[in-house]
């Protein structure tokens, strides 16, 4: 066994900001209201203000329908360290979805997606078949969806949740409350509806920005905080900043001095939960350190070679889908004096339970049961052993 995966436990996780080089064709939802925003906001901008509040680390979110924003967030995430993970935009109702989807998964940074559901004329939007196809494919690639919506979209968000009851969801901002207003029903009803759905969390976000701006106080926002915390528990909450929108309401200073000072009633365990413990859990952060390596050796049988190189020279595409699944990466097989030594990283969280699941799956058994007689292990394996893992003397990155 190789070098244990780079452990996250009890970072401080920002879950929810924006970056964009502002063009006013393609950010026309930043009305006159919102002059403060109409600048570009990039990485550099935010982590001063990260820093200063002890964040470890953030997740960028998508604010452009465009395949292009979403490379560019990854390519951020690859140059900032800070950038824990990315929720990115890719076209839901398009049926080539998947075939998308696979080149943007193999990047470890990207998380999960999002669409503008609260700025589709149609509020059913989400309840089309063509979109539901799409979101059956992220839970392939081992992808959160997070829902933006108006707390009147609401009802269908309950609908729409329970015909996708394996996908993990992640509500925005609250599901946005009409705190400007000062009403909680029937937002509080239906987002505890709603939160009786083990597959769905929620973001502590935004909500400064649903109340009056300039007039605001914590006060006005603990109704809101104290409906989500009864109905999700610490346990499904995560801060975020919704930097830089929430400039039009509250320094990045501000707001998490509010989400804080709200948290501190809560147990050392609870708040480690909703300040980064949550994010870290649902948006597998871990699998963005450092992977464990695993090298490992068999004998391959002289006479099994080349039926044996046939099959590897195309090994079959639902298989190869399964090893990513798995979050295995780099695997190679060697050959050398009829031994096989074998290599792979894995990059996820959990390796005995994503090994027990490509076990588990028909068609990575048949093809192991295709190999299996062309392979022996060595002597000083045990009754079952096969693969004997090797010790690692030295490794560079």
């Not at 403060?36 to 990485?43: M, V």
């Not at 350190?289 to 006479?303: D, H, I, T, Y």
């Not at 097989?333 to 990283?345: H, P």
Request: hydrophobic share 40%; glycine share 6%; with cysteine.
């Amino acid at each position: 066994m190789m070098s244990p995966t780079t452990s996250r436990a009890g970072s401080r996780i920002d879950a929810h900001q924006h970056f964009w080089r502002y063009s006013p064709g393609e950010h026309g939802w930043i009305d006159d209201r919102m002059a403060l925003l109409r600048r570009d906001f990039l990485p550099a901008d935010l982590e001063p203000a990260i820093r200063a509040a002890g964040m470890d680390g953030v997740i960028s979110v998508q604010s452009r329908q465009k395949i292009e924003e979403t490379l560019w967030l990854l390519e951020f995430a690859h140059r900032h360290d800070y950038i824990r993970g990315v929720v990115g935009w890719a076209p839901l109702a398009d049926p080539d979805l998947p075939d998308l989807l696979g080149p943007l998964a193999a990047n470890r940074r990207l998380k999960g997606l999002r669409h503008i559901l609260q700025g589709e004329p149609d509020e059913h939007y989400m309840l089309r078949e063509d979109f539901g196809a799409g979101i059956r494919a992220l839970g392939e690639f081992g992808l959160v969806y997070d829902i933006l919506i108006l707390e009147r979209q609401l009802p269908q968000t309950i609908e729409f949740v329970d015909r996708h009851p394996r996908q993990v969801f992640v509500v925005d901002h609250l599901a946005k409350p009409r705190v400007r207003e000062g009403l909680l029903s029937p937002w509080r009803e239906n987002i505890s509806k709603l939160a009786r759905r083990p597959n769905v969390y929620c973001k502590v976000s935004g909500l400064a920005t649903e109340a009056d701006w300039s007039s605001w106080t914590a006060a006005q926002l603990r109704p809101y905080l104290d409906t989500v915390l009864d109905a999700f528990g610490p346990g499904r909450l995560m801060f975020g900043s919704d930097w830089p929108v929430c400039l039009l309401a509250a320094s990045y200073h501000r707001w998490n001095e509010v989400v804080r000072e709200y948290a501190s009633a809560l147990s050392a365990s609870e708040q480690e939960r909703l300040l980064g413990g949550t994010a870290t859990e649902v948006y597998r952060l871990e699998d963005s350190g450092a992977a464990m390596r695993f090298g490992s050796v068999l004998r391959l049988k002289p006479e099994a070679v080349e039926r044996y190189k046939e099959y590897h020279a195309a090994v079959w595409p639902e298989v190869q889908d399964m090893i990513r699944k798995c979050n295995i990466r780099n695997y190679s097989i060697y050959f050398k004096d009829w031994y096989l030594f074998g290599y792979y990283e894995y990059t996820g969280s959990d390796h005995e339970r994503d090994m027990a699941k490509m076990a588990a799956d028909p068609k990575t058994g048949e093809w192991w049961s295709i190999m299996s007689p062309m392979q022996e292990p060595l002597a000083s394996r045990k009754p079952g052993e096969w693969w004997a893992e090797m010790e690692e003397f030295f490794h560079m990155d």
